[in-house]
């Protein structure tokens, strides 16, 4: 049985076909940049042992666009691996904000969709695009059952003390006004092989997710206990192009003295903040390139960056009250050397030493990098959404 699997984040879009259930990748992909003028595709595919790569560049303004010319190369006769639509039985989605109403692989029907899109302007960098995904997927595969994983789903176990907000009690009862949290099948999945790593069940684990989105979550025996992104994907750490963490009064003083409407805040807040705000480009290897030629503002944004993971990790070891390990993943946490360093600077005090050699050797798969005197493990632990949700979609009942 074949399960394609379609996740898409804030400015990428990743893609993993897996023959189940011996869980072996047929192919696997990537567009990023998405929208930017050098937007690219890299595709990959298995025939034997053999690899093969695909690459294509530009025209690629939306995740529509960027999906169709995915399924393009799919589909391609002679050189695809699609060669009818009723090849895939399965499609899993990624969805990212799925509210209170699911913690489960939920299969999609119209009124899952409706949801999906009532949630549009409470992730509006990520909901409209996977449900642009999920028409495309229907149309295309029109025999699959289309399946939708959320990145909220994970966070459903935190104790109302970390998700309820200080309003008045009919924001939650009435309107549902809480923390959601994200990312969390990209938690679910590092947590999971760190405990197995540690051979450690009860675990106290902090998952330190950076990608273009970013987001840590305190996991304790394999449960979400407090995260950092908020009632939409826009709180907590500094992103590629989103703000974090912000005083909500700066909304209200850029409403009252320049007029900003809503929109124009969203967009601000959202689109022109983070990395970009702070350096002109949310692509971290840009920004490490500028660190290095001492660009003073580059050098700003990191530091930025790298204390409010700091300050995180530090709350989130006295909310656990204890620590295992922490767990580098995603993007910028798998591969950029630099910014784990800064990171794990001065935390003796909570049990962290990083082994600065370690950390440069780059190896595949689950890596641990802290030094031998560290009473805390440091991970790098490369993530697979697309693997998780894959997994997900064959266990559920009727697949
Ligand atoms: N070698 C690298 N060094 C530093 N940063 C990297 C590297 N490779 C990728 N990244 C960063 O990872 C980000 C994308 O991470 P990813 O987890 O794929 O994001 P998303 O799923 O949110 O689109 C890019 O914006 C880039 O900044
Ligand atoms: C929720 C979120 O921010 O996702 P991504 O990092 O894929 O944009
Ligand atoms: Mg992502």
Same mark, same amino acid.
Request: glycine share 8%.
């Given at each position: 049985m074949n399960i394609l699997v379609i996740n898409a984040g804030s400015s990428s879009l990743k893609y993993q076909l897996f023959r189940m259930p011996d869980e072996k990748p047929v192919c696997t992909g990537l567009v990023e940049r998405i929208g930017q003028a050098d937007a690219f595709i890299r595709h990959k595919q298995w025939e034997g042992d053999a690899e093969k790569v695909t690459e294509r560049t530009g025209g690629l303004p939306d995740h529509y666009a960027s999906l169709h010319e995915v399924l393009a190369i799919l589909a391609t006769p002679g050189t695809g691996v699609i060669s009818s639509p009723d090849d895939?039985?399965?499609v899993g989605h990624r969805v990212v904000h799925g509210g209170e109403q699911f913690a489960d692989p939920t299969i999609i029907t119209p009124a899952v969709k409706e949801t999906i899109r009532t949630l549009f302007s409470l992730a509006p960098l990520h909901n409209p695009a996977n449900y642009t995904c999920i028409e495309v997927a229907e149309k295309t595969f029109p025999h699959a059952r289309q399946v939708a994983v959320f990145d909220t789903a994970f966070h459903q176990t935190m104790p109302p003390q970390a998700y309820r907000y200080a309003l008045p009690e009919s924001y939650y009862r009435e309107k549902r006004i809480r923390v959601y949290g994200f990312h969390g099948t990209s938690h679910k999945y590092v947590t999971q092989?760190?405990?197995v790593w540690l051979q450690k069940p009860d675990a106290?684990?902090?998952?330190?997710?950076? @990608?273009?989105g970013c987001s840590m979550a305190a996991v304790d025996s394999g449960r979400s206990i407090d995260t950092s992104m908020g009632f939409g994907p826009l709180a907590g750490l500094?992103? @590629?192009?989103?703000s974090g963490d912000i005083d909500p009064s700066v909304v209200f003083h850029l409403m009252e003295s320049e007029g900003k409407t809503e929109a124009e805040?969203?967009?601000?807040?959202?689109?022109?903040?983070?990395l970009l705000g702070?350096? @002109?480009?949310?692509?971290m290897r840009d920004i490490r390139k500028a660190v290095r030629a001492s660009d003073a503002q580059a050098t700003l944004a990191c530091d930025l960056y790298a204390y409010r993971v700091r300050k995180y990790i530090g709350a989130y070891t006295a909310v656990l009250n204890g620590l295992d390990a922490i767990i580098f993943t995603a993007g910028v946490g798998e591969n950029d050397v630099d910014i784990r360093e800064s990171i794990c600077q001065d935390l003796d005090y909570l049990g962290i030493r990083l082994d600065l050699e370690k950390n440069r050797t780059a190896t595949p798969g689950l890596r641990a990098i802290q030094s031998a005197d560290s009473r805390v493990a440091i991970l790098v632990v490369p993530t697979n959404e697309e693997l998780e949700i894959a997994q997900q979609c064959y266990r559920l009942p009727g697949t």
């Amino acid at each position: 049985m074949n399960i394609l699997v379609i996740n898409a984040g804030s400015s990428s879009l990743k893609y993993q076909l897996f023959r189940m259930p011996d869980e072996k990748p047929v192919c696997t992909g990537l567009v990023e940049r998405i929208g930017q003028a050098d937007a690219f595709i890299r595709h990959k595919q298995w025939e034997g042992d053999a690899e093969k790569v695909t690459e294509r560049t530009g025209g690629l303004p939306d995740h529509y666009a960027s999906l169709h010319e995915v399924l393009a190369i799919l589909a391609t006769p002679g050189t695809g691996v699609i060669s009818s639509p009723d090849d895939i039985a399965v499609v899993g989605h990624r969805v990212v904000h799925g509210g209170e109403q699911f913690a489960d692989p939920t299969i999609i029907t119209p009124a899952v969709k409706e949801t999906i899109r009532t949630l549009f302007s409470l992730a509006p960098l990520h909901n409209p695009a996977n449900y642009t995904c999920i028409e495309v997927a229907e149309k295309t595969f029109p025999h699959a059952r289309q399946v939708a994983v959320f990145d909220t789903a994970f966070h459903q176990t935190m104790p109302p003390q970390a998700y309820r907000y200080a309003l008045p009690e009919s924001y939650y009862r009435e309107k549902r006004i809480r923390v959601y949290g994200f990312h969390g099948t990209s938690h679910k999945y590092v947590t999971q092989k760190a405990m197995v790593w540690l051979q450690k069940p009860d675990a106290k684990l902090i998952s330190i997710h950076l @990608g273009n989105g970013c987001s840590m979550a305190a996991v304790d025996s394999g449960r979400s206990i407090d995260t950092s992104m908020g009632f939409g994907p826009l709180a907590g750490l500094i992103m @590629g192009t989103r703000s974090g963490d912000i005083d909500p009064s700066v909304v209200f003083h850029l409403m009252e003295s320049e007029g900003k409407t809503e929109a124009e805040i969203s967009a601000l807040l959202n689109k022109q903040s983070g990395l970009l705000g702070l350096t @002109g480009t949310n692509d971290m290897r840009d920004i490490r390139k500028a660190v290095r030629a001492s660009d003073a503002q580059a050098t700003l944004a990191c530091d930025l960056y790298a204390y409010r993971v700091r300050k995180y990790i530090g709350a989130y070891t006295a909310v656990l009250n204890g620590l295992d390990a922490i767990i580098f993943t995603a993007g910028v946490g798998e591969n950029d050397v630099d910014i784990r360093e800064s990171i794990c600077q001065d935390l003796d005090y909570l049990g962290i030493r990083l082994d600065l050699e370690k950390n440069r050797t780059a190896t595949p798969g689950l890596r641990a990098i802290q030094s031998a005197d560290s009473r805390v493990a440091i991970l790098v632990v490369p993530t697979n959404e697309e693997l998780e949700i894959a997994q997900q979609c064959y266990r559920l009942p009727g697949t």
